[in-house]
């Protein structure tokens, strides 16, 4: 009985326990085996039929959790969103291909698009977590995070025995530290595109000196130049960010994250594009602008297409076939086929969290909702490219990663906010660009005093009608709020019963103490 005793207690604290092995490197890794059945019904379903089909979110939750099951709803979900300005954007590249002044139009629309699919995206975010009931899913207090280190104390809350460590410490390094190396990094990916620039400029006058159609074919080298060396700085940075975000020894994983993702995103954004705003706002070049968008959208998603999941999968198949020579040399005597698939998935790449892929979401969302006007086919290539990321992704959770923990979640976390950051700063750029169109400055020939304060006076009620929107469109449909309303009322009054039961079960517990007094 004392042996099941301390078996439960330890099962108890199991989460606590793996992170401290975790912590000390006593336990290297710890990960669930694959379930080949179940995959295998999983995969037919999902990606071996290249069909225009809906994913199997349901099949998808229950056996990879609720956080990676919402980012492929929201992927799919952005697809078709993103269908009406590629459709709109095609016949518009086609007939207005040289007609800058026409872009007022789509700049418009894509204004009131960048709005309205976030906001209908909350609802079929909640439709799904009602549905898979994480909807009213509330924080339970965190354990430390496993690289969490310092002088063990006791917790005041949990009254248990762990790793303690000073906030000022933890303040210092963020603001003499990690906030000087981050801007560093801004300053020095500024003076990579003034570099790009220089590029630009030499191939222009190369061209323009010899005249052949050959050499504009440089035209377009700078800029793919450009696009590989923006991810590989990307992915130079991530790392480092990582680092010094593990180095600032966060307590929580939820403070962690936030930190994390606001040094990538910041240096992303600027990373990405800045280059693009320099040109349609500093050079006003709009030739140039779409030259350069559609050069860094399609090398991006080649690159992130090569580097996500095919690189990964050809390794891993070539481990495979190494893995199976090895167990056939063997012969041990334990199973060949357990043994097999846990050697094979031992090597095969840790799953990080669906952070890398809400990422490249975002900046495909900044390159079609902030300057796609210019350049209508980017929500094409965006579509397209999606439509094989679906597969490609499904293809890397299946046959190329770790089977990663299940997590509970409520919607998109800190993303949501980032998406909507995203689309505010697309109402500015869009109507700084609506305001620099010559059709527009036509109207304004002498007074470009009046034209500023005009495009201001749009932007800030465009802004106020975004908000209006958001405000306007409730995030949980009304049959929902309507189950959890219900719910609450439920629940309250079973409380009251309960209370009203306690109260009988204490008068009649009074009583029988009185008629005994009574009697003795």
């Known amino acids: 009985m004392s042996d099941l005793k301390s078996l439960l207690s330890s099962l108890a604290h199991f989460p606590s326990t793996v992170r401290r092995l975790l912590t000390s490197g006593i336990v290297i890794q710890v990960f669930p085996l694959h379930d080949n059945e179940a995959l295998k019904k999983l995969e037919d379903s999902w990606y071996t039929r290249f069909t225009l089909k809906y994913q199997p979110l349901d099949r998808i939750r229950g056996y990879f959790g ?25 016949p518009y590249y086609l007939f207005v291909w040289e007609d800058y002044d026409k872009y007022v139009i789509f700049a418009s629309f894509n204004l009131i698009w960048s ?69 560093l990094c801004l300053y020095f990916c500024l003076y990579v595109m003034m570099i790009y620039f220089d590029m630009e400029a030499w191939a222009l006058s190369l061209h323009e000196s010899s005249g052949s159609e050959w050499t504009s074919v440089l035209l377009y080298v700078p800029s793919i130049i450009y696009a590989i ?41 600027l990373n990405c594009f800045a280059s693009l705003f320099y040109i349609a706002f500093v050079l006003r070049d709009m030739k140039l602008l779409r030259q350069s968008l559609a050069t860094l959208l399609i090398t991006s998603q080649i690159l992130n297409q090569i580097m996500e999941s095919l690189l990964p999968y050809w390794l891993q198949k070539k481990h495979h076939v190494q893995v199976k020579r090895k167990v056939q040399a063997l012969k041990a005597d334990i199973d060949a086929t357990v043994y097999e698939q846990v050697v094979l998935e031992k090597e095969m790449g840790t799953y990080l969290g669906t952070f890398d892929d809400y990422l490249e979401l975002f900046l495909q969302f900044g390159y079609v909702s902030l300057f796609s006007c210019v350049y209508p086919l980017a929500a094409a290539f965006a579509v397209l490219n999606n439509f094989t990321e679906v597969n490609s992704d499904a293809l890397k959770m299946c046959r190329v990663l770790k089977r990663p923990f299940s997590e509970p979640s409520a919607n998109i976390g800190v993303w949501q906010l980032a998406f909507e950051t995203m689309s505010v700063i697309s109402v500015v750029t869009n109507c700084a660009l609506i305001g620099m169109s010559p059709q527009v400055n036509a109207l304004f020939p002498e007074s470009k005093l009046d034209l500023i304060l005009i495009v201001v006076a749009v932007e800030h009620a465009l802004l106020a009608l975004k908000f209006i929107l958001a405000f306007a469109i409730p995030d949980k449909p009304q049959h929902i709020q309507m189950k959890l309303a219900r719910l609450e009322f439920e629940s309250l009054e079973a409380l009251k019963q309960q209370q009203m039961k306690l109260m009988a079960q204490n008068l009649k517990e009074e009583s029988r103490e009185g008629n005994k007094e009574e009697e003795a």
């Open 66 to 90: 609720e956080t990676i099951a919402l980012y492929f709803g929201f992927l799919e979900y952005f697809t078709v969103a993103l269908i009406p300005m590629a459709v709109i954007g095609l």
């Open 229 to 269: 060396v923006i991810e590989i700085m990307n992915r130079l940075y991530r790392y480092a960010a990582e680092f010094l975000t593990s180095w600032e020894n966060h307590r929580l994983e939820s403070a962690y994250q936030n930190h994390l993702i606001l040094k990538v995103l910041v240096f992303n954004f």
């Open 115 to 183: 709005t309205v699919i976030l906001e209908v995206w909350k609802r079929g975010c909640a439709n799904m977590t009602y549905r898979w009931g994480t909807l009213v899913m509330k924080r339970q207090f965190e354990e430390p995070r496993p690289g969490f280190h310092g002088v063990l104390g006791i917790n005041p809350i949990t009254g248990r025995e762990e790793p303690l460590y000073p906030s000022y410490k933890r303040q210092l390094r963020i603001y003499l530290v990690s906030l000087p190396f981050v801007c």
